[in-house]
């Protein structure tokens, strides 16, 4: 062979074989190589029994096969009966024998239809593991579990699991556009070729649901909630509905955005006011279609009335109207609404934070049962971080669902490695005291606090065709943790990044432990370095792409950073106390109160609700002025002790992965700076104070960091 054959070839080994790592996510699959917890599992699994016969639970049993010759080097056998011991029987409760059946029963009685159990069982005195739920798809969750106990090295030995998901909807919604481009994407393109459906099925839709079976995610919102009515169109839905045949199999439900004006657009009717009796059999005619095509559609989420999209005030009717006139569209099928809460108006001058509550919160209890109301996690705009919405718990009438955003527009793109479930959680655990202490906004959306039957959870997705889909290797760690999340709000984010690392890269406990710690710092340290003490929005303009808080110059004055920060001579922050905009007064008392006192209010959050004097003193007896100088300086080290724990974690790792997030991190770190000069500097303008003693000097001038441009940020539109 010539060597520049030989080089050919050696790259082409190399880089197949190292690109599939990246894409096969948290679903690796390695070789255990800790030979003792290996031989407990060869003992334990010989044999596959499958009960079923389903297109699910083919795929259940291909996955187990691939894992466990992946895992342990063997390709198990599928008996067709229950011979000799240590069998892994699997089957839903209708396809398993009586006798299994009733063995099961006190399981069966303790899971929901999606949940599932796993058991060593005697049968018939021989020890075997039994893998059920009520249904397929359940059976698929629970083998995706146990292949994740092996994943992670637990020991299968006696096992009794049953689990079941808390939360009905667990949805993503993708911002795709029809042409490909995604709204605030940073992970290339979007997965769906419209152009080649319905005809060409690509692996990849295959694999995306697969990934997200592995993990409980059962809907898919397919494009962007900034609406093309085209997508309702017979062209169209012939695709969506051959992506939704690919999904079935995985239990993920396929939803679309509903474009308000679609019946004008694409109906030829000449208004799309909700109480006109031809437009509201536009759109049960157009359910009934749908559901020709995609008889399991899960329905429709819309985005009325807000940032320029159509709704039904444009003809003097409000958000229940509209919700409710497509609800009804849908009902007969088992359909959802999803009608999203996220408005502000430029025709109101209250507090943006306000307008959400002022408008959504008087219509509680007056949409119809299969109406879901769609809340993000703040009330401004998925910031590093916010104070919980206060639509959370506010609703006691009213089906709420969260809105996380798994993308990070206002957290550096795919560039910054920052751990979200760590954000999640925290937002989960945030105490509404709607219904006394307790309430918590994880209690809210699971439907317990107040006995809601519909539930629901969506992440805006961070996916995209990039070879690795997130844009960042440990970025699809948030993807992975949103599903954990919607599975069980009430899960420790710590524990999700324990069992992402194992599955995604190894369990060795020297790379776990100091790799798990930088994921949890990461997302304190995306606030220090960007918007630390509760300030919020103070991004560069249109693309959210790095500091722009001297942005002043938007038509709209919500939309400048300047209205945020409300810098000047006297101090810094928004006043929503009592004596500001009353934001506080949209919580419940007992958060009112303490948001409102500056001496109560979570450091964290005080220039959110806020404005305080430069010399203002903070708990640790620094000014403010400081104490935020500090917090800027404090993100850039944060960053780069994440680099050094990186830098020592090369062993471990494939090489390719091991360079990729080395230079993705060495990006962030030299953004950190940029934000940490470019705030400070212009925020210096105002306090008129030094630079305390800590703080390292700025590396350019504001003029500079002023004077920077990015025309083709990605994600922009
Ligand atoms: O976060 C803002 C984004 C918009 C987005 C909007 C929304 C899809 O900047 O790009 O539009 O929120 O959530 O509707």
Redesign the pocket.
């Known amino acids: 062979m010539t060597s520049v054959r030989f080089v050919i070839l050696f790259l082409s080994i190399f880089f197949s074989a190292s690109a599939q790592k990246d894409y096969r996510l948290w679903l690796q699959y390695d070789r255990i190589n800790n030979s003792v917890i290996a031989s407990e599992y060869k003992s334990n699994i010989q044999g596959i029994i499958s009960f079923g016969n389903s297109q699910t639970s083919q795929i259940a049993v291909k996955e187990l096969q691939d894992a466990i010759a992946g895992m342990l080097g063997n390709k198990l056998e599928i008996r067709s009966e229950i011979k000799g011991e240590n069998n892994l029987i699997i089957g839903s409760q209708n396809s398993l024998n009586s006798d299994l059946k009733k063995a099961l029963q006190p399981d069966f009685d303790k899971i929901n239809n999606e949940g599932f159990i796993i058991k060593s069982i005697l049968f018939k005195n021989k020890k075997q593991l039994i893998i059920s739920g009520k249904n397929e798809i359940a059976v698929l969750y629970g083998v995706f579990n146990f292949l994740s106990l092996i994943q992670t090295n637990k020991s299968i030995k006696n096992l009794n699991i049953t689990d079941s998901p808390k939360i009905n909807l667990r949805v993503l919604n993708h911002?795709d556009n029809l042409d490909r481009t995604v709204?605030?994407g940073y992970a290339g393109f979007s997965l769906w070729n419209w152009q080649k459906l319905p005809d060409f099925i690509d692996q990849r839709y295959v694999d995306y649901a697969r990934a997200n079976a592995s993990i409980g995610i059962n809907g898919t919102v397919l494009n962007?909630?900034?609406a093309n009515a085209l997508i309702l169109t017979p062209q169209y839905l012939e695709k969506a509905a051959a992506l939704a045949s690919v999904f079935r199999p995985y239990g993920i439900k396929v939803y679309l955005t509903a474009r308000f004006s679609a019946p004008i657009e694409i109906g030829n009717l000449k208004t799309a006011d909700p109480k006109d009796p031809e437009v509201m059999n536009w759109w049960k005619n157009k359910a009934a279609e749908i559901y020709k095509r995609i008889p399991d559609f899960g329905g429709f989420l819309v985005?009325a009335n807000?940032?320029g999209?159509p709704g039904p005030q444009n003809y003097g009717r409000n958000h229940v109207d509209g919700a409710n006139m497509l609800a009804d569209a849908v009902a007969p099928f088992g359909g959802v609404i999803m009608w999203?809460a996220?408005v502000y108006s430029e025709h109101d001058a209250n507090d943006r934070a306000k307008q959400a509550y002022a408008e959504f919160q008087p219509y509680d209890g007056k949409f119809k049962e299969n109406v879901i109301v769609q809340v993000?996690n703040g009330a401004i705009?998925?910031q590093p971080r916010e104070p919980f919405h206060p639509l959370f718990g506010a609703m006691p009438k009213t089906p709420l669902m969260m809105?996380f955003?798994i993308t990070q527009?206002?957290l550096g793109f795919s560039t910054h490695l920052v751990f979200l479930p760590k954000l999640f959680q925290e937002v989960l655990e945030s105490d509404t005291y709607q219904k006394g202490k307790g309430s918590t906004i994880a209690k809210v959306i699971d439907g317990t606090l107040y006995q809601n039957k519909l539930t629901g959870i969506a992440g805006?997705a961070n996916i995209g065709n990039d070879l690795n889909w997130t844009g960042h290797s440990f970025l699809q760690a948030n993807w992975y943790g949103f599903g954990r999340l919607a599975w069980n709000p009430y899960l420790d984010s710590e524990t999700i990044a324990d069992e992402w690392l194992r599955c995604t890269f190894s369990n060795e406990e020297n790379f776990i432990k100091p790799v798990k710690k930088i994921m949890i710092e990461s997302r304190e340290a995306v606030v220090n370095y960007m918007t630390p003490l509760g300030l919020h929005h103070i991004m560069d303009t249109g693309h959210?792409y790095g500091p722009g808080p001297w942005v002043s110059n938007l038509s709209r004055p919500e939309w400048n950073p300047t209205y945020y920060h409300k810098a000047d001579k006297n101090g810094i922050g928004f006043d929503r106390s009592k004596s500001g905009t009353n934001a506080v007064s949209q919580y419940a008392p007992e958060i009112e109160k303490l948001f409102d006192n500056p001496a109560t209010c979570p450091e964290q959050d005080l220039l959110w609700f806020h404005h305080v004097s430069w010399d203002y003193k903070l708990k640790n007896g620094q000014t403010l002025w400081n104490g935020l100088s500090l917090k800027y300086q404090e993100g850039v080290n944060q960053v780069a002790a994440m680099q050094n724990v990186w830098n020592q974690s090369e062993k471990y790792v494939d090489s390719e992965r091991f360079n990729e997030v080395k230079m993705l991190l060495e990006i962030q770190h030299k953004e950190t700076k940029w934000w940490r000069d470019a705030c400070l500097l212009y925020f210096q303008q105002f306090s008129g104070k030094e630079l305390p003693a800590g703080v390292e000097k700025p590396t350019q001038t504001l003029e500079y960091f002023k004077s920077l441009k990015f025309p083709f940020a990605p994600?922009n539109?």
């Open positions: 911002w709204e605030r962007n909630v900034n985005k807000s940032e999209q999203r996220f993000k705009d998925f809105e955003q527009e206002y805006v959210h994600g539109g």
